[in-house]
């Protein structure tokens, strides 16, 4: 059965630098997303992305996130300079329709 | 998106059928239920939607009350591996925003 794969599963990094986080979304899927959940909240929406551009964005997704599909099947998720409350596991997802939406397994962010 | 109200927590013996309530009497005529879970800190798994009639898929049964305004997720023949928390969430099937709003769900635990 097709799923999403994240990748990496753990990142550490140091206050200020920049992460890319990857995710493989299923293949014929159109409408991309990322969420994040941080330790012990709720799953928070990020972005959506349909048509190569940006279709939505929530608060948290300011100046120091940015999104890109660099090829055909990657969909990768930036954070310029992480801070210490960026730490959080990062959920992608991936739906056909706006629909039913498809979760890879995250990938946990921590920020010393 | 319609608010959803969901108990915080329940409990459920091994190879019984797991009851999960949401109530959304807010909910409006173009508006789906959906039901995701969350197994540990793994990504979210769709399980069903639905908009009116009852559905069933090979993980769960969805039945909606007559006047929309109740559902019930049923797991006929629970497992300890649906030790999870589950979410009820309201909203457009393919409208102007595909965000899903995650709510703190309802944390089935399923005990031997």
């Known amino acids: 059965e097709p799923e999403v794969t994240q990748t990496p599963s753990h990142q550490v990094t140091q206050m200020g630098q920049e992460v890319i986080l990857r995710c493989v979304p299923i293949?014929?899927?159109?409408?991309f997303y990322w969420y994040r959940q941080i330790l012990g909240q709720k799953v928070e929406f990020l972005v959506s992305?349909?048509?190569?551009?940006?279709?939505?964005k929530s608060e948290i997704f300011d100046d120091q996130f940015s999104v890109e599909r660099p090829d055909g099947s990657n969909f990768t998720l930036k954070i310029r300079s992480t801070k210490l409350e960026d730490s959080a596991m990062y959920f992608c997802?991936?739906?056909?329709?706006?629909?039913?939406?498809?979760f890879g397994p995250g990938t946990r962010l921590t920020v010393l | 998106d319609a608010k959803t109200t969901q108990p915080t927590s329940m409990d459920c013996a091994e190879g019984r059928a797991a009851n999960l309530p949401c109530n959304h009497s807010?909910?409006?005529?173009?508006?789906?239920v959906y039901w995701y879970r969350q197994i540990h800190s793994q990504g979210p798994q769709y399980i069903i939607h639905?908009?009116?009639n009852n559905e069933t898929n090979e993980m769960a049964s969805l039945i909606i009350t007559e006047d929309r305004k109740s559902s019930t997720l049923i797991l006929p023949h629970a497992t300890l591996r649906d030790t999870a928390v589950y979410y009820c969430?309201?909203?457009?099937?393919?409208?102007?925003?595909?965000?899903?709003?995650f709510g703190t769900g309802t944390l089935l635990a399923v005990q031997p």
């Open positions: 997802a991936s739906s056909e329709q706006a629909s039913e939406q498809f």
């Open positions: 293949s014929n899927h159109l409408y």
């Open positions: 992305f349909y048509n190569n551009e940006i279709s939505e």
């Open positions: 807010t909910i409006s005529g173009n508006e789906y």
């Open positions: 639905g908009l009116k």
């Open positions: 969430i309201v909203r457009v099937r393919s409208g102007a925003t595909n965000k899903l709003i």
